[in-house]
């Protein structure tokens, strides 16, 4: 089984809520303001917190994003492009991200992260103490990681669903050998985890970017696309939770105005 040594920056993560209302989570903050967002490396998306604050991408390779101040969780990706050949571009061949991943603690976003925010004590159990998932790596990083990954996105993606949250209770449960019979698959071949990916996106005869439509992508990553637009363009989100979205970030960025312009009244009036 191949197994990448996680970075410095990787922590356990613990209690997980999705876009749609689905598992509950206190908020929660941390010091550090980075966030990795992986199903393939995901670039180009919209990563905000609980509040509403909108993460600027900082590294394409490992698809890392920042967040001015300390994030409050849960925090969500959506939307952006699958760097499925993992080269920090996004080339022909590789497909748009429309599922959410999120995650309730903890610097990485993963389909593990997010199913676990919908699972009872005994499913996640079953993920991270018996089949000893650990919650802090992406795909890249590891195989049995990569292959709860593949099995969820292609339900997801099989039955046209937005997030995890969409996924009701025996659904997980019938996944969990699906999950514990792909981790066996993968310990048994040499590919790694991008390998799988490519594999994964033929089987599901996912629309694939041409020359022009990842040149275009590449544009609106460095453009930054309205937070709106990203939402708007999701397929498989429902209107109330596009909506619900849009308004948080609408919010945080008024309220961001609004200290701008207190601090400008402060200042003129001490000077």
Do not use: W
């Not at 969780?73 to 080339?91: E, L, M, S, T």
């Not at 596009?242 to 400008?264: H, M």
Request: proline residues 3%; aromatic residues 4%; glycine residues 6%.
């Amino acid at each position: 089984m191949q197994t990448i040594l996680p970075s410095a920056i990787l922590a356990s993560l613990l209690l997980l809520s999705g876009c749609g209302g689905g598992g509950g989570s206190t908020a929660d903050s941390t010091s550090l303001n980075s966030v990795t967002v992986e199903r393939g490396p995901i670039l180009g998306a919209l990563v905000v917190d609980a509040d509403g604050q909108e993460a600027n991408q900082t590294n394409d390779e490992v698809a890392s994003y920042s967040f001015a101040t300390p994030p409050v969780y849960p925090i969500a990706a959506y939307g952006g492009f699958i760097d499925v050949n993992r080269n920090g571009v996004i080339d022909a061949g590789e497909v748009e991200n429309t599922v959410v991943l999120t995650a309730g603690s903890g610097e990485v976003l993963t389909l593990l992260t997010s199913i676990l925010s919908v699972s009872d004590a005994n499913t996640s159990s079953f993920f991270l103490d018996d089949l000893g998932l650990n919650s802090a790596l992406t795909p890249t990083e590891d195989l049995n990681v990569a292959a709860l990954s593949d099995v969820i996105y292609e339900y997801l993606i099989a039955n046209n669903l937005a997030s995890v949250d969409d996924i009701n209770i025996t659904t997980i449960e019938q996944l969990k050998d699906l999950v514990k019979l792909k981790i066996e698959e993968y310990d048994a071949d040499d590919l790694n985890a991008s390998e799988q990916e490519h594999i994964l996106v033929l089987k599901l005869d996912i629309k694939k970017l041409d020359d022009a439509e990842a040149t275009e992508a590449n544009t609106k990553i460095k453009g930054q696309e309205h937070a709106a637009d990203i939402i708007a363009n999701l397929p498989n989100m429902s209107d109330e939770q596009k909506e619900r979205v849009k308004s948080k970030i609408l919010k945080n960025s008024a309220n961001k105005n609004k200290d701008t312009a207190d601090n400008v009244e402060t200042n003129t009036t001490n000077a």
